[in-house]
């Protein structure tokens, strides 16, 4: 290679966007199960992504807050607001619960609401 010339390794890897539907309102509670399974399909390399997930997952002692059954490694797993957005919800740990995809539209549709669970001691700085 001659100098000057800069060696390209790395390829770039295209993330395509989904389009959000030309109704979808996220002002409006009808529409707030929609943008929640909109937010998982978001990848979770982003920042911060991966540390929320695993503090949630440590905050529950790695249980279902629904249904109290383990949230499996492998196994698909939603973020709920306990205060919905449109109701002036926050992104903060606080507000969100891991819960299983099935339970998680069982809250949405029989319009459940949740408590977050009691943290574990520790569980947070293991993080």
């Not at 295209?14 to 030309?22: A, E, F, L, T, Y």
């Not at 440590?58 to 492998?74: F, I, N, R, T």
């Not at 919800?89 to 969100?96: D, H, I």
Request: positive net charge; contains cysteine; hydrophobic residues 30%.
């Amino acid at each position: 290679m001659e100098s000057g010339q800069i060696s390209q390794t790395h390829e770039t890897v295209p993330r395509r966007h989904i389009k959000i539907k030309g109704a979808a309102n996220p002002y409006d509670p009808d529409w707030e199960l929609y943008f929640e399974e909109r937010t998982q399909r978001q990848p979770m390399e982003r920042v911060g992504g991966n540390q929320r997930w695993l503090k949630l997952w440590l905050e529950q002692k790695g249980k279902c807050v629904v249904c109290g059954q383990e949230l499996e490694y492998e196994g698909d797993w939603h973020i709920h607001h306990l205060e919905k957005r449109v109701n002036g919800g926050t992104e903060a740990l606080s507000n969100l619960v891991l819960l299983h995809a099935n339970c998680h539209r069982q809250v949405h549709q029989q319009g459940w609401r949740l408590a977050k669970p009691r943290p574990v001691k520790g569980a947070l700085s293991e993080a």
